[in-house]
């Protein structure tokens, strides 16, 4: 997780410490309600899978937090394989399941902030959604799905995204 991700989950959990002040102040409803909904934190796990499975894959670790604010949610996971398990070259890398759906495809910024032990890709990795998951790219002069192929026995990534939930 990088310095600004910990500095917001930092500034998010002070809110959620003042709301709880001012709640227990008996702000009227509409005022609670508002600041009530500002934030939900929590931990999650993030599975890698290669065309739709996961079969083979382990892990030496992997960890996820979340922060969602009102209808946004903030990502964070850092995983490190053991083994990427066998699947055929071209199979698309998603992580799945995601702490909240996404509303649509629209992200307000991914990216990973450390990478390594990939093959064939030299920029950091982004990310988009489908309805469930999110798929993995690789950015350079052309965008293009991360594959089995690009993955080593321990390739690690950690990446942070933000995105719209339904």
Do not use: C
Not at 103 to 116: D, I, K, P, Q
């Amino acid at each position: 997780m990088n310095d600004e991700t910990r500095q917001l989950i930092h500034k998010l959990r002070t809110l959620e410490d003042r709301v709880a002040q001012l709640e227990a102040a008996n702000l009227s409803l509409s005022d609670a309600d508002i600041l009530a909904s500002v934030q939900v934190t929590g931990t999650w796990t993030p599975n890698l899978k290669f065309g739709g499975a996961s079969t083979g894959i382990t892990y030496t670790s992997r960890s996820g937090q979340y922060i969602k604010v009102g209808n946004i949610a903030v990502i964070a996971f850092d995983m490190l394989l053991s083994s990427k398990g066998t699947f055929s070259a071209g199979d698309a890398a998603t992580i799945t399941p995601l702490p909240y759906s996404p509303a649509g495809s629209v992200m307000y910024g991914s990216g990973a902030h450390y990478f390594s032990g990939f093959s064939s890709i030299s920029n950091a990795p982004v990310a988009y959604f489908s309805s469930t998951s999110l798929i993995l790219l690789a950015a350079a002069s052309t965008v293009a799905v991360l594959t089995y192929a690009n993955f080593g026995n321990t390739s690690r990534l950690a990446m942070t995204v933000a995105y719209r939930t339904s």
